[in-house]
């Protein structure tokens, strides 16, 4: 069972460069999000899916954009890359009313 | 405005040693209060959920408990193998399901 894969494992990026991240489960969970991680700071939630074809903004969804167009799926768009953007981003996915499984993350440099 | 606070940042212990996290919270109405562990490289692995005060949940070494303002994991005679970032989280109504408030975590190093 692979849970949540979340590629790719490590990127760097130039300024004003576009990227997608992926993420994908196998669990049928109708729920995802995708978080990122900064040092001393909590996972910030960006965007999260209650089910496909619907999407909503978390606590900081400028500059990122997500759809979900099947169950499985929901990449994250970067449109144009910002060095405050570096960081550890995290996909994760739910039934309703249970815990949030995460994939192992990936980790963006923008230089 | 939700919070969540975790005490304190980082906790050194040596094998054996007992010793409690702090996470403490502010928000609207509570609808869960989640604990994860994460290792370093990897995404956060779920320990507990605790939906109201006076609950408590255990797995091997760890306990963890719910106040109305804030929640504590003991950690009992920890290993080694205890080492990691220790997150809390909460989910406030009348957020959607999954919109998770994170703290920033307390880093967990036992020594043998």
């Known amino acids: 069972n692979a849970g949540v894969t979340q590629t790719p494992k490590f990127q760097v990026l130039k300024t004003g460069q576009s990227m997608t991240l992926q993420c994908a489960q196998d669990?049928?969970?109708?729920?995802m999000s995708w978080y990122r991680q900064d040092p001393g700071m909590g996972l910030r939630l960006i965007h999260y899916?209650?089910?496909?074809?619907?999407?909503d903004q978390g606590e900081v969804p400028n500059g990122y954009n997500v759809s979900r167009s099947t169950t499985e799926d929901f990449p994250l768009r970067l449109l144009s890359a910002a060095p405050s953007q570096t960081s550890v981003y995290f996909c994760?996915?739910?039934?309703?009313?249970?815990?949030?499984?995460f994939g192992n993350g990936t980790r963006l440099t923008v230089t | 405005e939700d919070q969540v606070t975790q005490s304190p940042e980082a906790l050194r212990l040596q094998e054996g040693e007992s010793s409690s996290l702090n996470c403490s919270y502010t928000?609207?109405?509570?609808?869960?209060l989640f604990w994860y562990r994460q290792d370093p490289g990897k995404g956060p692995e779920f320990l507990f959920t605790?939906?109201?005060a006076g609950e408590e949940k255990e797995k091997e070494r760890l306990k963890a408990t719910l106040t109305k303002k804030e929640s504590f994991l003991h950690i009992t005679a920890p290993k080694p193998e205890d080492s990691a970032t220790y997150l809390c989280?909460?989910?406030?109504?009348?957020?959607?399901?999954?919109?998770?408030?994170f703290g920033a975590g307390t880093q967990v190093v036992v020594t043998p």
């Open positions: 994760a996915s739910s039934y309703p009313n249970s815990p949030l499984h």
């Open positions: 669990m049928n969970h109708e729920y």
């Open positions: 899916s209650v089910g496909a074809g619907i999407t």
């Open positions: 928000v609207s109405g509570l609808r869960g």
């Open positions: 605790l939906y109201s």
């Open positions: 989280a909460v989910q406030a109504y009348p957020d959607s399901w999954g919109k998770l408030q």
